[in-house]
């Protein structure tokens, strides 16, 4: 009778502590969850909604090619069309060593960017850097 006791309660210290190992298990899994939620979050509105407007970047030495050149300081709004076309690396680059551009974006915290969105507004969505400065000379 003492030995059916014994392994009862040997069961049940091994049934406690799976239930704890589970428990725990699933706590973890949950703030994992929320951590993924507040991740997502932080792109759908602070990345997206503060992207104020891009400008194409060309790294520009001896090397750069006339395309790049071209297309360095272009500035444009997040939802121009024009984002889809420029997208670097260049696929026309001519550079044998690879095209070295980038697309910087702007976030509406940065001096002047309201400004800026203001200019791009009046000319279409998108201007050249050239543009932009003239402009804010007034
Ligand atoms: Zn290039």
Redesign the pocket.
């Known amino acids: 009778m003492l030995r059916f006791i014994i392994i009862f309660a040997i069961i049940y210290l091994v049934y406690l502590s799976l239930k704890k190992s589970l428990q725990g298990g699933k706590q973890r899994e949950g703030s994992t969850r929320s951590r993924t939620e507040q991740k997502k979050d932080v792109f759908n509105t602070n990345r997206v909604k503060e992207i104020s407007y891009l400008f194409y970047s060309?790294t520009k030495d001896d090397s750069?090619?006339d395309?790049?050149k071209e297309l360095d300081g272009k500035h444009f709004l997040p939802n121009h069309e024009i984002h889809h076309s420029i997208k670097p690396p260049?696929h026309r680059?001519?550079?044998p060593n690879g095209?070295r551009?980038s697309l910087v974006y702007v976030t509406e915290d940065e001096a002047q960017s309201e400004k800026i969105e203001l200019i791009l507004k009046k000319y279409g969505g998108t201007c050249n850097k050239s543009t932009i400065e003239k402009e804010l000379r007034g």
């Open positions: 060309a750069t090619c395309i790049c260049h680059c001519k550079n095209c551009c």
